[in-house]
Nanobody, 124 residues
Framework: QVLLVESGGGLVQAGGSLRLSCAAS????????MGWFRQAPGKEREFVAA????????YYADSVEGRFTISRDNAKNTMYLQMNSLKPEDTAVYYC?????????????????WGQGTQVTVSS
């Protein structure tokens, strides 16, 4: 079992930055594919970014490419999402997710473990 806890959400003005954190339990954090998803009211959950440390790969949704950066501190069992140049359309509840493996996926159905979510609100 993997427990995930997101933090770092909040209210920020358009153009600002925010860094989300996802703290994970477990002994082999580097063995998990980690992803970030978001869900706005009335919309389906959408892929944001994912990283496979063991696979040496990172992938971003087109909507956040160049603005968001995913990273991991394996020693701390923590994943981060650095969000720059935020836009109002980035407003959503952000979730971190994990699955054991090395292959990246943009599909939420592939991930076995989910955090509780953290609210990000970007004002215009």
């Amino acid at each position: 079992q993997v427990l995930l806890v997101e933090s770092g959400g909040g209210l920020v003005q358009a153009g600002g930055s925010l860094r989300l954190s996802c703290a994970a339990s477990g002994r082999t954090f580097s063995s998990y594919v980690m992803g970030w998803f978001r869900q706005a009211p009335g919309k389906e959950r959408e892929f944001v970014a994912a990283n496979s440390w063991s696979g040496g790969s990172t992938y971003y949704a087109d909507s956040v490419e160049g603005r968001f950066t995913i990273s991991r501190d394996n020693a701390k069992n923590t994943m981060y999402l650095q969000m720059n140049s935020l836009k109002p359309e980035d407003t959503a509840v952000y979730y971190c997710a994990a699955r054991l493996g090395a292959v990246l996926s943009t599909s939420s159905t592939v991930y076995n473990y989910w955090g509780q979510g953290t609210q990000v609100t970007v004002s215009s």
